[in-house]
């Protein structure tokens, strides 16, 4: 079997890493920073965030609830107050299984294109 690099992953994302990941700007995670305290990303010594992996789950977490669920602000907020995890384990669940879709269809590409289908 031949030798498979392995991809290498960052550790911190940039705010402008983070805003394109979700196709929003960045002034809305900055936006969403203060209005909710789950999001607390590490600041360098000039002041720019760094956005750890948990730090993107939970704005992905708070993605999820206002812009596909339609909650408000103030409803994502009581959501996460109450400890709704489960919904945050959905998430993260969703996304998974998006990842191992594309690598599936990454498979099948590569082996109709071997096979010269």
Request: hydrophobic residues 30%; without cysteine; proline residues 3%.
């Amino acid at each position: 079997m031949p030798y498979k690099e392995r991809e290498i992953e960052k550790k911190y994302h940039s705010i402008g890493e983070v805003a394109q990941q979700f196709k929003v700007a960045p002034s809305l995670i900055r936006y969403w920073e203060g209005e909710f305290d789950i999001i607390r990303p590490k600041k360098d010594r000039k002041g720019n965030r760094r956005y750890t992996k948990d730090d993107i789950q939970k704005i992905r977490y708070i993605y999820h609830l206002v812009k596909e669920k339609g909650y408000t602000l103030d409803g994502a907020r009581e959501v996460i107050a109450q400890g709704k995890d489960q919904g945050f384990d959905k998430v993260q669940a969703v996304q998974k299984l998006q990842e191992i879709k594309d690598f599936l269809i990454k498979i099948r590409e590569g082996i109709n294109t071997q096979s010269g289908a």
